[in-house]
């Protein structure tokens, strides 16, 4: 198919923990929302029948946002942002902790509403998904509309949809009317609705990258769409030179991938304060092996084993380090699990505090598929 009659959806749930949320508690509609707290933070049901809140002025510790109504994100509050910082913004925010296995049912229903319609589906993220509406004949804004329906009536919640010739470009629009947005762009209204816009609009810009363009005198789109390739090439590798010089003309050649499968599985923490790794050893146990029993059962409910353990460990002062080893034979057992990244661990000298801790599995493979599959990579013996 020509790339410029491509017709790829990028779809985004809105606000999405948050508004996930608001269904349990709709007594907060309309009120600045954070997600982040910890599990003492759970709402209280009082003698008269109300709920207590906990405010962000509640929260003492280290923690970041999930994510926030737009109520608060006009506060100043976003995601990743430290909880505590928030509190400053914000201190009467309603604050919630944070409940994934709620947020993966409402993932599932509105995922399984958008394939009745359309089953060309990339999975990317608890929250979003891309659609290849190519193959549809049905006319594209009557579709859109039809989507963002289904998800309504599956779920009760908003989306905003971006359709557009390529992936690249439906990302970007799903973002421009948010919240419930519908935006539909061809490769004629780059220069108008997308070149104007920030260099860190274009998936795959981070903040370095922005950082570094704004010092060469790049900060819209189409200001890097004028930069030469060359000029790029002085200042950022080959390849990445290329794709920035591409992405802001809005080229993409990437397929909608379906049915793609994981390449790891993995759990992490951020400890509320620096551990010591002997003083506070019993408390690093607990949480390294709650963090190994996680990543199985996440397995186990994805139909996946993995070969790999890895961990990953980032210090008091933010270095980051992992270490992995591979197994005799894929396995989704805690247990073994659990041996392997204490192998790991025992590769890794431990003389700072450590502030974060985190378990992956990766070389997967379905679990129909683990009994035909002969080890063939380098193992590392484990020690009993």
Not at 9 to 32: I, K, N, Q, T, W
Not at 226 to 255: K, M, N, V
């Amino acid at each position: 198919m020509n790339a410029s009659s491509r017709r790829i959806a990028h779809l985004d749930m809105d606000a999405f923990y948050a508004s996930v949320e608001l269904l349990r508690y709709p007594e907060l509609h309309g009120l600045p929302v954070v997600i982040g707290g910890r599990n003492e933070h759970q709402p209280v049901m009082q003698a008269d029948g109300r709920r207590h809140f906990y405010r962000l002025r509640d929260y003492v510790g280290r923690g970041v946002i999930t994510t926030a109504t737009y109520e608060a994100r006009a506060l100043g509050v976003h995601s990743a942002m430290g909880v505590m910082k928030a509190a400053q913004l914000a201190p009467d925010a309603i604050l919630l902790p944070v409940d994934f296995a709620i947020y993966r049912h409402y993932s599932r229903l509105f995922k399984a509403a958008v394939a009745g319609i359309s089953p060309q589906i990339e999975d990317s993220g608890i929250d979003e998904i891309y659609i290849d509406l190519g193959d549809l004949p049905d006319e594209i804004l009557p579709l859109a509309k039809c989507i963002k329906q289904a998800v309504k009536d599956a779920t009760g919640l908003s989306c905003s949809i971006g359709i557009a010739p390529n992936k690249l470009l439906s990302k970007i629009c799903s973002d421009l009317e948010k919240p419930d947005g519908l935006t539909i762009l061809d490769m004629s209204d780059i220069p108008q609705r997308i070149w104007p816009l920030p260099v860190h609009k274009i998936n795959g810009i981070g903040p370095k990258a922005a950082t570094k363009l704004a010092l060469l005198g790049i900060t819209t789109i189409a200001e890097l769409a004028q930069a030469d390739l060359s000029f790029l090439q002085l200042h950022f590798g080959r390849s990445y030179s290329i794709w920035l010089y591409e992405a802001s003309r809005g080229i993409d050649s990437r397929p909608v991938i379906i049915d793609a499968e994981p390449k790891s599985i993995s759990r992490e923490t951020t400890f509320e304060r620096d551990l010591h790794p002997r003083q506070d050893r019993s408390e690093l146990s607990a949480a390294f092996t709650a963090l190994c029993i996680q990543v199985a059962d996440d397995l186990k409910r994805k139909g996946y084993v993995g070969r790999t353990v890895c961990i990953k460990l980032r210090f008091e002062d933010f270095h980051t380090l992992t270490r992995d080893c591979s197994l005799t034979a894929h396995t989704g057992d805690p247990v073994l699990i659990r041996r392997a990244a204490g192998e790991c661990l025992r590769r890794v000298p431990l003389q700072k505090r450590i502030r974060l801790l985190g378990i992956k599995v990766t070389t997967l493979c379905s679990v129909n598929a683990a009994s035909g599959i002969e080890s063939r990579q380098r193992e590392l013996p484990l020690l009993p």
